[in-house]
């Protein structure tokens, strides 16, 4: 069965940085994009980040760009998100998802705040 797992959030100071993994199994992670979305309440989940299969292609959001960085490492099954200089506005739960499909981590919290 396919199931990804978030990890790496926490409480941050506005400024700071976090970088959050999301390990995949139960597919070979070569043959497909990754994204990472993230939620707060009452808000629509959106997109943060987005990874081809080989990691070629990184598409971010506009208030993601020159912040965030993502990658992975295929062998590892894992793909990551750096986050700097982080905002309160970044607080979210933050999902990992495989592109196309329904298949969500449980997501990780991320609080950025004072």
């Known amino acids: 069965q396919v199931q990804l797992v978030e990890s790496g959030g926490g409480l941050v100071q506005p400024g700071g940085s976090l970088r959050l993994s999301c390990v995949a199994s139960?597919?070979?992670?070569?043959?497909?994009?990754m994204g990472w979305y993230r939620q707060a309440p009452g808000k629509q989940r959106e997109l943060v980040a987005r990874?081809?299969?080989?990691?070629?292609?990184?598409i971010y959001a506009d208030s993601a760009k020159g912040r965030f960085t993502i990658s992975r490492d295929n062998a590892k099954n894992t793909v990551y998100l750096q986050m700097n200089s982080l905002k309160p506005e970044d607080t979210a739960v933050y999902l990992c998802?495989?592109?196309?499909?329904?298949?969500w981590g449980q997501g990780t919290q991320v609080t950025v705040s004072s």
């Open positions: 998802n495989i592109d196309h499909t329904d298949y």
């Open positions: 139960g597919i070979i992670s070569s043959l497909y994009a």
């Open positions: 990874i081809s299969s080989g990691g070629g292609t990184r």
